[in-house]
């Protein structure tokens, strides 16, 4: 049976440790997957739970939602999950200093539906510089997002207050009540930005299109454990996609119960219409390895990264060409 709870925020090491233990030597035919709560991006995201497509496969996938970006890692890493679904830069910059053994192999997300909102008498990206700006820990993908896109404007992020706002809301709302300059958040809140007297500065599908923003990493250790729950999963994430791509309004009707509004709320119609337009979600779930490329040389020359990850090292693409490979039901 497939279950959804919230990880705590501390850990403690003990647990770790002994979930991590337990876990590995545990039942081969079930998969852990850390996730942040989705929000108008569920009709793609969570489609193959709604439809039991998991449940074709012979895997039993718990989902955990974490609280924010900055517990996915340190989720990994302690053993509480198999894997999570996460911003790969994150997990380069964590690779490079040697503290996690684990390995991208697929993506719920290959495209970035973000944005960088703005109080009302900012009106450009330029106009950053000096301003605070609300984002997650200092290597999730609110911040690395936002320092690349202010890269692009000449903008450089040293020269910005970077305040922890919270979560993709939170950080939105902060703009909303004045209390930072600006926040990196999703593009859900664009179709509302206008009447909340928000200006939305950029999105990053159009600053930055290659920028991938959910890569599958998982435990390498898991993996060799039970690298067929991996493939399983992957698989039963494919036909979820599928289908809310060929199911547009089951799609959205999924999208809305999640965020509690009907399916032709503007706020639901907007991130479908953005991601089924421009291809956000890869029906394949590949490991999307040219925008990992971008993604690496690009925190590279912003100095995140001290030299290109080694691709070759942190991506098996094999659970997912064994899920491409197994009999669709």
């Given at each position: 049976?497939?279950?959804?709870?919230?990880?705590p925020?501390?850990l403690?090491?003990?647990?770790?440790a002994?979930t991590?233990?337990?876990t590995a030597a545990?039942?081969?035919s079930?998969?852990?997957?850390?996730?942040?709560?989705?929000?108008?991006?569920?009709g793609?995201?969570?489609?193959a739970?709604?439809?039991?497509f998991f449940?074709?496969?012979?895997?039993?996938?718990?989902?955990?939602t974490?609280?924010?970006a900055?517990?996915?890692?340190?989720a990994?890493?302690?053993?509480e999950?198999?894997?999570v679904?996460?911003?790969?830069?994150a997990?380069?910059?964590?690779?490079?200093?040697?503290n996690?053994d684990a390995?991208i192999?697929?993506?719920?997300m290959?495209?970035?539906?973000?944005?960088i909102y703005a109080?009302?008498?900012?009106?450009s990206?330029?106009?950053?510089?000096?301003?605070s700006?609300?984002?997650?820990s200092?290597?999730a993908?609110p911040a690395v997002?936002?320092?690349v896109?202010l890269?692009?404007?000449?903008?450089?992020?040293?020269?910005?207050?970077?305040?922890?706002?919270?979560?993709?809301?939170?950080?939105?709302?902060?703009?909303?009540a004045g209390?930072?300059d600006s926040?990196s958040s999703?593009a859900?809140?664009?179709?509302r930005?206008?009447k909340?007297?928000?200006?939305?500065?950029?999105?990053?599908?159009?600053?930055?299109?290659?920028?991938?923003?959910y890569?599958?990493?998982a435990?390498?250790?898991?993996l060799a454990?039970?690298p067929n729950?991996a493939?399983r999963?992957?698989?039963?994430l494919?036909?979820?996609f599928r289908y809310a791509?060929?199911?547009p309004d089951?799609?959205?009707?999924l999208a809305a119960?999640?965020?509690?509004?009907?399916?032709?709320?503007p706020?639901i119609?907007?991130?479908?219409?953005?991601i089924?337009?421009?291809?956000?979600?890869?029906?394949?779930?590949?490991v999307?390895?040219k925008?990992?490329?971008?993604?690496?040389?690009?925190?590279?020359?912003s100095?995140?990264?001290?030299?290109?990850?080694?691709?070759?090292?942190?991506?098996?693409?094999?659970?997912?060409?064994?899920?491409?490979?197994?009999?669709?039901?």
């Amino acid at each position: 049976m497939k279950t959804r709870r919230l990880l705590p925020f501390l850990l403690t090491a003990v647990l770790a440790a002994v979930t991590a233990c337990a876990t590995a030597a545990g039942d081969q035919s079930t998969w852990k997957v850390g996730v942040l709560q989705c929000s108008t991006d569920c009709g793609f995201l969570r489609m193959a739970e709604e439809k039991g497509f998991f449940d074709r496969y012979g895997v039993d996938v718990e989902f955990v939602t974490l609280q924010s970006a900055s517990q996915a890692l340190p989720a990994l890493a302690s053993g509480e999950v198999d894997a999570v679904e996460q911003n790969a830069g994150a997990f380069f910059i964590a690779s490079e200093r040697g503290n996690l053994d684990a390995s991208i192999i697929g993506s719920t997300m290959i495209g970035l539906p973000w944005a960088i909102y703005a109080k009302k008498d900012i009106t450009s990206l330029g106009q950053l510089k000096g301003k605070s700006i609300a984002i997650s820990s200092p290597t999730a993908l609110p911040a690395v997002i936002a320092k690349v896109m202010l890269a692009r404007s000449g903008v450089s992020p040293q020269s910005m207050p970077q305040l922890n706002g919270g979560g993709n809301a939170d950080r939105y709302r902060a703009v909303v009540a004045g209390t930072v300059d600006s926040a990196s958040s999703p593009a859900d809140y664009v179709p509302r930005a206008a009447k909340d007297g928000v200006n939305v500065l950029a999105l990053a599908s159009d600053v930055v299109p290659d920028y991938p923003r959910y890569s599958i990493i998982a435990r390498n250790d898991r993996l060799a454990a039970k690298p067929n729950a991996a493939a399983r999963y992957l698989a039963g994430l494919m036909d979820g996609f599928r289908y809310a791509y060929a199911h547009p309004d089951e799609a959205l009707a999924l999208a809305a119960k999640e965020a509690g509004t009907t399916p032709d709320d503007p706020y639901i119609t907007y991130m479908h219409d953005l991601i089924a337009g421009k291809k956000l979600v890869d029906p394949d779930a590949g490991v999307a390895e040219k925008r990992l490329t971008y993604l690496s040389n690009t925190l590279t020359k912003s100095g995140q990264l001290s030299k290109p990850a080694d691709l070759a090292k942190l991506v098996d693409d094999r659970p997912q060409r064994e899920a491409l490979a197994m009999p669709r039901p």
